[in-house]
């Protein structure tokens, strides 16, 4: 959802306390939508990978959330001044890829850089192709 999530944001309000110490923390969405914003800042191309298969494992992926999910997304909906019912946002929510990463177009290549230190499938460079905002919503909502 652009704009709900800004970097900006995310860098601010997504901490964890670990052990009396506040620490930024994320998933792999999280760190390579931080590093395209950092890269976009200086100059650079940048893009958004992921490895194309469901969390669920499931061709077409699940639809909705989960209502604690709901409640989360409801608090920034809120700050934006948007008002959504939980069957609103069911309609419109889909599963997400199993992994995103960063990548950057340096010396006419694309090179990726990962912030979560991958192993096995998610190593595999061929396992990867660009993931665009708007992927999997649904296409009555975002035409």
Not at 43 to 52: D, E, F, P, Q, V
Request: hydrophobic fraction near 35%.
């Amino acid at each position: 959802m652009p704009g709900i999530y800004p970097v900006s944001e995310m860098v601010k309000e997504r901490t964890i306390d670990d052990g009396g110490k506040q620490k930024i923390y994320g998933v792999c969405w999280d760190f390579a939508a931080v590093f395209c914003a950092i890269a976009n800042y200086y100059g650079l191309k940048s893009r958004i990978t992921a490895y194309k298969i469901y969390i669920s494992g499931k061709p077409g992926g699940e639809s909705g959330m989960s209502p604690d999910e709901y409640n989360a997304l409801q608090v920034k909906l809120n700050k934006n001044g948007l008002n959504f019912t939980y069957n609103q946002i069911n309609a419109a929510a889909r599963e997400t890829w199993a992994h995103y990463r960063a990548e950057v177009f340096i010396d006419g290549t694309w090179k990726a850089f990962d912030g979560t230190y991958p192993t096995g499938e998610y190593a595999n460079d061929s396992n990867f192709s660009e993931a665009a905002w708007n992927e999997g919503a649904n296409k009555d909502l975002t035409e």
